[in-house]
Each structure stands twice: as structure tokens, then as C-alpha cells.
């Protein structure tokens, strides 16, 4: 069978135990696929979707309960860049937690890191031009906190909003970083990313002396693998966007003070709890940004796993960066948990 | 692997299916672009079975968002209902101004009397300054008769005429919790029930919405508190004198226990049952409707604030009667913009027209169901029941009357029927 254009994007054989589900989990591969439905959905929703305050809110309604099959493909974009969070952080567990972080992929492993930021902030752009009461105390809150960052705060506050509040302005720009400006940073980055896997010499496996079994498995074989993933991917995220909607609340008001829902969007949870207990600059931005930088410099500060214990799950020579990442995920789903479990205000 | 890319088709073909299916089920849009906004509304998808509220508000130029607010695209019950104004009363005096005013509506010029909703905020229903004033003089709170609070804080729209004009131009917000005597903090807590701003009492013989709902759509007698019931979704200008017993003559304040007694009976014989067994009645009273004589102003206020009811209320039997020297006061209509002709037009069982001579008050508010006949006699329609009564006069009647004796008292020594 000649190979196809499909074919060709993958090489030629891979290692058969390395290319097992159980140890990659299909992570990455889906965090390309669900990129790919957040693509061909939002651009569906640009048609309908009118990026002012006046019309932000009634557009989406318009979208959801009026266009055919709109409220589907909302739906799918929603919950494709929910569950996107989700497989992103989950593929960077398994790079952390395999070892397969060290040099030479240690650079990948930083466009790897970087790309879970763009998500994150493709997330929350995408959240907030909901424009709605559901989304107002996440954007005040969010952007106070740029606000809040000694020197640079209130001009960068200003380049982000385009005023001194939330407005016209701010929508626009919200809008433009996440159907322009964002999208083409993770599609250049996502891009160098996936071109590093094949240029740091495929997925991390011990040398060819070392390795359980020399078997390897071929582009059409993975192929066939990854058509299977993406029809069961397709029809889990149909089944639940057909039958959980996204989460929709009326029109930002000017009215009242008081935002009806007081919460952070799920995945700035955590963050939201530490603002509770402390300065806003400190805990809202210092912390996470420390969060970052320590997951950063994993691959840079701590030993590397020893090379014939590459290709498995949780080497020993990995202790430290496994133990790091799990404390790293424990505050961060305990913090998210306490916020979730908190009583509203 | 074949046999698991079947299985995978297979599995997403039922979720297709499943997709279809729940996409069937979704309700077909009915979008209505009402003549007045312009803006698409989606309302009637559910509410298509709702009459329509009044002749004088046609679905077609007005829609529903206009009134109750909420979101006009949205399908779903919650969102679609979470910005409603007043919930599903828009006409509640904390948003009347905006879903019933505006300024082409009922919050239009006062000179041509369309400032409805401005003069009910300084009505006696709305501010219940009297009970107030003379609750408070009683226990010592003031030294005085003369309102000083309301339920809610209020701003007369026209300030006194002058030095001898008792009428306040201003009443603050009546707070029973600042109140040192305990008997007026029951009277907040207890009696504070009978007026626009206030929850009906549970009961069907109490059932009225708050502010402009009180007495424009005919809930008397109605269950509100039915979970399921029917919206009563109707306007009425005839409002019959079942709506005004919603509040009136339903009990007793004791003032021992500061509280409101209701009374037991559900009272259907109107003369003796109704009302009070001490109080006298004239035929007049108990058988026509009571806005028959009271005015617009009486009930909704003429944008003075009034210290009580009874100098709000200044209807008496003259107005309509006369007196032995004088008819009643009349006017003749001579142009389409007369008030009377207005007030008429939402009645047509009244045939009033330009040339028609009419009983106006002491303030010169018309009495546009009371008609000069070409014999020069009186005659009156009814507002609701639309029975046409001769109207006696005083003058050149066998009354015995002296001139200033002319509140109903006086005439109700000859005139109450047996009770």
C-alpha cells in the first residue's frame, strides 16, 4: 500500500511497546485532535457570533437556541477545550511521570509547557466573550489581577482591556487574541512541537539494546490506531455535547454591583482559592507564575532519568520530578477542590 | 483491528442517531417581531396559549420583552425568565417605571394626565401615610397628625400651593425597626400588608399582585398560589368593585394585639355581607362599582402627596348630585383631546363625543360616565356592569339639606337603606 498524505505525517515504524495506549494514553493525540474540532467549530461559530456588549450575549443565544444544530456545535467547541485541559495537563503527567523529559526533548518539553499556557488562555479569551453575568467576576477579578503586578500592572492592565474597564474595547481584544492572536501562537508553536517529537528522534525509548522487545509497529498500522481513537473521540464529545449544554447566563448588565455567580472558570479554581488567602499580586500571580517556572525547570534543575530506564512508567530515577509534579497536582486539585466545595459568598 | 474500527463506526453511528434524536426534540421557534421594538422575540414558542392582556396592548405591536423584560431569544425556561422584571409582575412599583413608564407610555406628560406611573408612587394605596402618621401620633412617635413617612421613601411631583397647604412635599421611609414603642414595631410587622408595594395576604379573597396589578387585572377570587394555575394575564380599565374588596373591608386592625384580624366568611351578598354592619349605606354604594364615582386621581394619585385617605379622597355625593342651590358641575366636550374622550375610548359601552356635556368634579376631573341627556336630565352607565341609571338631583328635590352639611353622614340619615 503506497502511503498516503496522512501516512507521510507519521514515521515510517515506532517502537510496538512504546506505542501501547497504556503508556502514552493517547494524550497528545487527542490534544491535536480536539485543537482540530476547536478549530472547524469556532470558526462555525464566527459566522454567528457578534463580538460587542450588546450584542456578545444575544448572539450566543441566537447560536444556541436558534441557529440548526448551533447549540451542537457550541457545545462541541465548549466541551472540546474543557476536555482539552484536561488531555494537555494529562500528556504532560505522562511526559513527567515516563521521564521523558530530558535533553534532547527538554526544549519540546518547554514548547510542550507553553502550549498548555496558550490552551489556558485560549480558554479563559473564550470564556469571557460570553460576555455574560456568568463570566463578569472572572474577567473583573482576572484583569485586576494583571492590574495588581508592581511597575507594569496598570499599563499592561490598559494594553489587555483598552481602558480603564471592562468595555467595548476589552471584548474586542478578548476576541482578537482568541480567534487571531492566540490561535496562531498555538498553531506555530503546536506545529514546532509535533516537528520536535520526530527531530528529538520519536517518543523517549531506551536504547536498542535495552528495550523489553525490538518490535515496532508501522505508519499504517498508528494510523488505523489513531482513526480508531478519533471515532470514539467524536462520538464521546457528540454524546456529550448533545446532552450537556455549555454553560450560558444572562447579558452582562451595568446594573448590578454584585455578579450573580462569583466564581473562577474550573481550571482557575485553584487560583482563586489562594487569592483568598493573600495579596492579590502574590498569590494571583506570583504563585502561578512560580508554579510554572518550577514545572519549567524540571527538566533543567533535576538529574536525568537514566537512559535504559526510558520508555516506562515512572522510572526511579525520576523520583524527584514525579514527586514535585504529584505535590504540584495535589495542591492544585485540592485547592480547586476547597474552592468548588466552598459556600457561595 | 478491523473488527474494532467496526465496532467504533458502529458506536458513532448510534451516537448520531442520538444526536438526531435529541435535536428532534428540541421546540420549533416561533419568533414574533413586535411593531413597537422591532426586535425578533421568541417567546410565544411557549407561551402561544397566554391571552392577550388587553385590547389596548396587542401582542403584534408590543410583543412580551417590551413589559417583562427577559431574554427574548433564549429557549430555555431559566435564562429566558432570568431577567424578567418584577418576576412575572412587571407592573410591581420597584420596575412599573420601566416596563409600565417610558415616556411614549405610562410615564408619558403630566400635562395630558399620561404620568401614571409617577402619580401612583404618590397615591395614599401606594404610601399608606395616613395609617402611618396616625399610628405613630397615637404611641408618641410624633406631634402631629401630618405624614411625615411612607412604605418607601417619596418625593411629591407638585410641592404644596403655598403656606396653608398642609400637603407634604416630601415623606421618608417608614422603619418600623427605629421605632421604640413595641406597639409600632407590630404595627410594622403585622399591618403592614394593604398597600401597592405589599404581598397580598394568603387567601383567595385577598388574591391581587402588587403595584399596577392590584387592581387592573381582575384576580379577585382567583387561587395565586396554584403552582400550575393559569398566568392571569389580562388589563382592564372597568375595574369591578370585587378587585377594590381584595383589600377593603377584609378584616379588622385590633389595636390591642396590633394586628389584622381577617374576617372568617367568604361574603357574597354585597349589601350585607360586604361591608362593616355599622356603617350606612346609600343604593348608589352598593350598587354600582366603586371607581362608578371615584376618580383615577382618588385611587392613583394626582402627584400631591395627601397626610390620609380622607384628603385624597374628595368624591362626595354632590359631586354627582348637586346640591339644592347648584347642579353638578359639567363640561362640554369640544375637542378629540379632551381627557374624557380618552378615559371613554378604553370603555366604548360609554358613546360619549365631541359636543357631549359631562359631570366634572371639584378638580375638574371628568365623570365621562355621567352624560347630560338632551332633555337636560343626567344619565349614568355604569363602568362595568354597563347599567344606565337616571341621575336624581338634588335641586328641586324634596331635600331638606343645609349647604355646608354635605359629607356623606348627613345625607345617609335619610338616604341608607335597611340593612
Redesign the interface.
Known sequence: MRPSFFHHLHPPTIPASQSRFRYTLGAGGYSVFLTLVLLVSGALLMFYYVPTPAEAGPSIQMITFLVPFGALVRNLHYWSAQILVVVAAIHMLRVIFTGAYNSPRRFNYLLGLSLFVLALFLDFTGYVLRWDEGVRWALVAGTNLVDSIPWIGPGLYRLVMGASQPGPAALTRFYTWHIFGLVVLLLGVGVWHIFRVRRDGGIAVPPPEQRSTPQRISRFELVRREGLAALIGTAVLLLVSAFIPAPLAPPMSEVTSQAADSSAPWFFLWVQQLLKSGDAFWMGVFVPLVVLAVLGAIPYLLPAVKPDELGRWFPRSGRPAQVLALILVLAVLGLTLAAALAPPA | ?KI??FA??L??L???V??AW??AR?PR?VALTPTISGKEE?CLTCHADLPEISASHPVESFGCVLCHGG??????AD?AH??MRGGSNPSDLAVAGLSCGGSDCHSGSPELQRDHVGRVLTSIQTTYAGAIASLRFSFGAQDSLAARQAIAPVQALHPPAGNQDQRPQYLEAFDPAAESNPFLQSFGENCLNCHLRAEALPGNEYARFTGCAACHPPTAGSDLSEPDRQPVHQLTTAIPYTQCNACHNRGNYDLRTMSFVPRPDAPADRLHDYYQPITQFTRCEYELDCLDCHTRTEAMGDGYLYNDQQEQQYVQCKTCHGTLTEPPLTRTIRNEADLALRLAYLNPDVPLQIGDTIVVTDKGEPMWNLRQLTDGSFEMVTKVTHVRYPLPLVQGSACTQKPEEQESRYCHACHAVER
Open positions: 483491528m474494532r474500527l467504533g463506526t458506536f458513532l448510534v451516537v448520531l442520538a444526536v435529541q435535536a428540541q421557534p421568541y431574554e427574548r431569544l433564549a429557549l430555555d435564562l432570568s431577567t
